[in-house]
């Protein structure tokens, strides 16, 4: 990979909020317009407890289904068996990349699974991992076609995982159940 370096609206957002709250809010519609995407969310999950919600979703139409989570849900022991992706997370993975769901491998991808609960063509599953645990998955997506990831998209991704795992962990932990 070549010397890459984040978009300044990314950099910015990320050395200039306090909070996990104020980047995650900030984060979504600057990485959403960076990658030219129709929705990304911020799942955020409890390794400990096995609960899980949908915190933050950005959409850039009304068209594309909002999936924000207001409660906390305990995730069912079969969720693993049922999308490979979320089983990969959970195994603390690389980020999958998927240009299609349609055509992915079913080792992959769940088609069925994505079309019912997401709607969307091609998504990055990219995980938010500290100390051997998932805490998270940034989902960026788009929907009606294909998308070839990039090597910039793979690039922006790693990074922000990179940087916002931490603050994903500091969510969850301040956050009363």
Not at 1 to 7: E, G, H, I, R
Not at 55 to 74: G, L, M, Q
Not at 93 to 98: D, I, L, Q, R, T
Not at 139 to 165: L, N
């Amino acid at each position: 990979m070549t010397d890459q370096t984040l978009p300044t609206v990314l950099e910015k957002i990320l050395s200039d909020s306090s909070t996990p709250d104020a980047v995650f809010s900030a984060l979504l519609p600057a990485l959403g317009e960076v990658l030219k995407c129709d929705r990304i969310f911020l799942y955020l999950y409890n390794p400990q407890k096995q609960l899980g919600k949908v915190a933050y979703c950005w959409r850039r139409s009304p068209e594309y289904p909002d999936v924000t989570e207001f409660n906390w849900k305990k995730e069912p022991a079969s969720l693993p068996l049922e999308d490979p992706l979320f089983a990969a997370a959970l195994r603390t993975e690389p980020s999958v990349f998927v240009e299609d769901v349609e055509t992915a491998s079913p080792k992959v991808v769940n088609k069925d699974f994505e079309q019912k609960n997401f709607g969307h063509r091609a998504l990055v599953h990219a995980h938010l991992c500290q100390d051997g645990l998932l805490w998270g998955i940034l989902q960026p997506c788009v929907f009606g076609q294909p998308r070839v990831w990039t090597e910039f998209d793979r690039f922006v991704i790693a990074t922000i995982t990179e940087k916002i795992a931490p603050l994903a962990v500091t969510y969850i932990k301040t956050t009363h159940f």
